[in-house]
T-cell receptor, first 116, second 113 residues
Framework: AQKITQTQPGMFVQEKEAVTLDCTYD???????LFWYKQPSSGEMIFLIY??????QNATEGRYSLNFQKARKSANLVISASQLGDSAMYFC?????????????FGTGTRLTVIP | ETGVTQSPTHLIKTRGQQVTLRCSSQ?????VSWYQQALGQGPQFIFQ???????GRGNFPPRFSGLQFPNYSSELNVNALELDDSALYLC????????????FGQGTRLTVV
């Protein structure tokens, strides 16, 4: 089974509007972390936001917020007030456990296009 | 800017050759992970180094190997290159003390012809 599932290959949003990018995850660990990254065409993976499995509050970073629903195993990214520069690929990723290898499992990504 | 730098940014190699990619980690980070991102895919974990030893490996053959140096910088070596090795190779820097961070470099785009 896929550890991270992103079901939206592409999304369009009007400039200044909000958009939600979906992410569901699969793990049997109690302790895990969820990450969102933005990847522009240049290739660099830009860290946006982190949510720990024990965090009770949804994470927020500026215009980015993470809608964490633990029982549903979803960690959707909400981008408010979209800007043209937000056009990029967006990846959801998960890190399992606290010890040992802390590698990230990535989804297949969602390409977001912001329309002027 | 994350402070994670990779070199070179682009590389073209011939099938069967060997390649070395380099990564310097962010200050204060003691763990380096390498990922392969094929076109149109999400990154796939290759391996991770902590305290100069391999500390976890994904589903990649032994011709993918690495090193970590005392200053936490790292190398990824790929022997006997195959056409399917063409990809963006990303290095991620993180810390075992702060598990909420994982910062990536800009990547090395490898083309095997």
């Amino acid at each position: 089974a896929q550890k991270i599932t992103q079901t939206q290959p592409g999304m369009f949003v009007q400039e200044k509007e909000a958009v939600t990018l979906d992410c569901t995850y699969d793990t049997s660990d109690q302790s895990y972390g969820l990450f969102w990254y933005k990847q522009p065409s240049s290739g660099e993976m830009i860290f946006l936001i982190y949510q720990g499995s024990y965090d009770e509050q949804n994470a927020t970073e500026g215009r980015y917020s993470l809608n964490f629903q633990k029982a549903r195993k979803s960690a959707n990214l909400v981008i408010s007030a979209s800007q043209l520069g937000d056009s990029a690929m967006y990846f959801c990723a998960m890190r399992e456990g606290q010890n040992g290898a802390n590698n990230l499992f990535f989804g297949t990504g969602t390409r977001l296009t912001v329309i002027p | 800017e994350t402070g994670v730098t990779q070199s070179p940014t682009h590389l073209i190699k011939t099938r069967g050759q060997q390649v070395t990619l380099r990564c310097s980690s962010q200050s204060g980070h003691n763990t380096v992970s390498w990922y392969q991102q094929a076109l149109g895919q999400g990154p796939q974990f290759i391996f991770q180094y902590y305290r100069e030893e391999e500390n976890g490996r994904g589903n990649f053959p032994p011709r993918f190997s690495g090193l970590q140096f005392p200053n936490y910088s790292s190398e990824l070596n790929v022997n006997a290159l195959e056409l399917d090795d063409s990809a963006l190779y990303l290095c991620a820097s993180s810390s075992t003390r702060v598990n909420t961070e994982a910062f990536f470099g800009q990547g090395t785009r490898l083309t095997v012809v």
